[in-house]
């Protein structure tokens, strides 16, 4: 409930106030000048400073044996199990080529490129997520094999391997942070299963990285899930698991305690299945 007066260049004109220009213009955008004088909550000012401490030191991820750098309002891979899980999972024969989306930071893209594929085309629509990938493939000096491109959902194409880590949660976001773990109406996870199939090459496999913490909160069934594969004209061809290392897991004083701590996060690797193979062009 506390508020604070920002300044049009967004200085925060109060006595041993900090220097926050930056922190605020890599969320909002530069300093317009107008309309004027805002103010601003101690909680968001806070927000903002945390995600401009990430974007400049990073976050080790060690599956990529390097840091990440994310940017405000993209959602950071401080969550190293699915990252892990993409790393450990067999790759389909011959895979030259890999679609990366919602790249979001490019971690995902950037496992890929490290475990040998050529070619990854990584996509998201959101202009943050865009500017985040591309700095972080150039840190990493894969620029040359990792293409981030504009696009809601996929690229033009088939590959024979196909990445997602949509928003785990059926919910809407209150805020540009909330963006990357609520997905209204499960809008990202229904698209990405619906168009899978049509975007595969033969033989060719689709990863979906997906928590089950929406199932024990109540927002989403296991069975609603496996519906929505075989309505898709896909087939599981299996499933790696693993289990939440974050703090909150084992907080038991969190709300969300119980939930977070049957909590697993799957990789289920998808690909079409026969009886849909002849009604595909």
Same mark, same amino acid.
């Given at each position: ?45 806070? %927000?903002?400073?945390?995600?401009? !401490?990430?974007?400049?030191? %990073?976050?080790? $991820? ?34 030259? &080529?890999?679609?990366?989306? %919602? ?10 490129? #490290? ?18 990938? +591309?700095? *972080? ?11 981030? $491109? ?14 997602? *880590?949509?928003?785990? @949660? ?39 990285? &997906? +928590?089950?913490?929406? !199932?024990?909160?109540? &927002?989403?069934?296991?069975?609603? @899930? ?12 299996? /499933?790696? !698991? ?32 026969? /009886?849909? @193979?002849?009604? #595909?062009?």
């Amino acid at each position: 409930m506390l508020l604070l007066p920002f300044d049009e260049d967004y200085r925060v004109p109060l006595r041993r106030a900090p220097d926050v220009r930056k922190a605020c213009s890599e969320a909002y955008g530069p300093a317009p000048g107008e309309p004027g004088p805002f103010v601003a909550s101690l909680r968001e000012l806070l %927000g903002l400073i945390g995600a401009h !401490e990430w974007r400049r030191k %990073g976050i080790v $991820v060690p599956a990529l044996g390097t840091r990440i750098h994310p940017h405000y309002g993209v959602f950071a891979p401080v969550r190293g199990e699915y990252v892990g899980l993409v790393a450990a999972a067999p790759l389909p024969p011959s895979c030259t &080529l890999a679609f990366d989306v %919602g790249t979001g930071t490019g971690v995902l893209a950037a496992v890929l490129a #490290q475990r040998g594929i050529a070619r990854i085309v990584a996509t998201d629509q959101d202009p943050r997520a865009l500017a985040c990938a +591309s700095e *972080n493939v150039a840190r990493l000096g894969l620029a040359a094999r990792v293409e981030v $491109v504009a696009a809601d959902l996929f690229p033009p194409g088939r590959a024979p391997l196909i990445v997602c *880590n949509p928003p785990w @949660l059926p919910a809407r976001a209150g805020s540009p942070l909330e963006r990357a773990v609520f997905d209204p109406d499960s809008r990202m996870l229904r698209g990405f299963i619906g168009g899978l199939a049509a975007h595969l090459g033969p033989g060719g496999e689709g990863w979906l990285v &997906l +928590s089950d913490l929406a !199932e024990h909160l109540g &927002l989403r069934s296991r069975a609603e @899930l496996l519906a929505t594969f075989e309505a898709a004209g896909l087939e599981v061809l299996g /499933r790696m !698991e693993a289990k939440p290392v974050h703090p909150r897991a084992a907080d038991t004083a969190d709300p969300l305690h119980a939930a977070r701590a049957a909590e697993v996060t799957s990789l289920w690797r998808l690909g079409v299945a026969l /009886r849909f @193979l002849h009604k #595909q062009p």
